[in-house]
């Protein structure tokens, strides 16, 4: 069965850098696209970013972008995410979520997700 | 990134009650959107796809319909394990943003 697990969240002083990684196991993770997926405490997804299949196509949100990079290891069967010059208002749990299709689509499958705090 | 709207962000309601959630997009994203259900400390379940595709295994009573900008998605009699909040995406090539949510509330 699709497994999703997260890993390297904790508590980060603003500004730092954080990497989290996903091991995904079940399916064949080279063949399918994968997001990362932000939640606040107490509020709503939150898109954060999307790498296609091969890892050629990588985009981020503009609440993101220049901070934060999508990667992926399909030899090691896991998705990255390097979180760089934290702010207060990243700290949420993220989920990395495989997509439907190659490219794009919905999102099938959610790992439960790792909570990144970010405070001083 | 395209914005996505859903109102109400609250809704109370009664069981066997007919439930309309409304997403609207900023611009037109055809019919790739999708509407999944959350219950506290989960993660979200997919229901919907493609605007009006059920998923699988997905009880009959949840339908979407929409296009283009205006999308709705309808639960035909609530049932008690329906009490969750529901959020719309919208997917391209390129992102995959969410709605605010709607949370379905015992009135």
């Known amino acids: 069965q699709v497994q999703l697990v997260e890993s390297g969240g904790g508590v980060v002083q603003p500004g730092r850098s954080l990497r989290l990684s996903c091991a995904a196991s079940?399916?064949?993770?080279?063949?399918?696209?994968m997001h990362w997926v932000r939640q606040a405490p107490g509020k709503g997804l939150e898109w954060v970013a999307l790498?296609?299949?091969?890892?050629?196509?990588?985009y981020c949100a503009d609440s993101v972008k220049g901070r934060f990079t999508i990667s992926r290891d399909n030899s090691k069967n896991t998705l990255y995410l390097e979180m760089n010059s934290l702010r207060i208002e990243d700290t949420a749990v993220f989920y990395c979520?495989?997509?439907?299709?190659?490219?794009?689509?919905?999102?099938?499958?959610w790992g439960l997700g790792t909570l990144v705090t970010v405070s001083s | 990134d395209i914005q996505m709207t859903q109102s109400p962000s609250t809704l109370f309601a009664s069981v066997g009650d007919r439930v309309t959630i409304t997403c609207r997009a900023n611009e037109s994203i055809s019919s790739w959107l999708a509407w999944y259900q959350q219950k506290p400390g989960k993660a979200p379940k997919l229901l919907i796809y493609?605007?009006?595709s059920l998923e699988s295994g997905v009880p009959l009573r949840f339908s979407g319909s929409g296009s283009g900008t205006e999308f709705t998605l309808t639960i035909s009699s609530l049932q008690p394990d329906d009490f969750a909040t529901y959020y719309c995406?919208?997917?391209?090539?390129?992102?995959?943003?969410f709605g605010q949510g709607t949370k379905v509330e015992i009135k």
């Open positions: 995406q919208q997917y391209n090539l390129y992102s995959g943003t």
């Open positions: 493609r605007a009006s």
């Open positions: 079940g399916f064949t993770f080279s063949a399918y696209a």
């Open positions: 979520a495989k997509i439907v299709g190659a490219l794009w689509g919905p999102i099938d499958f």
């Open positions: 790498i296609s299949y091969d890892g050629s196509n990588k």
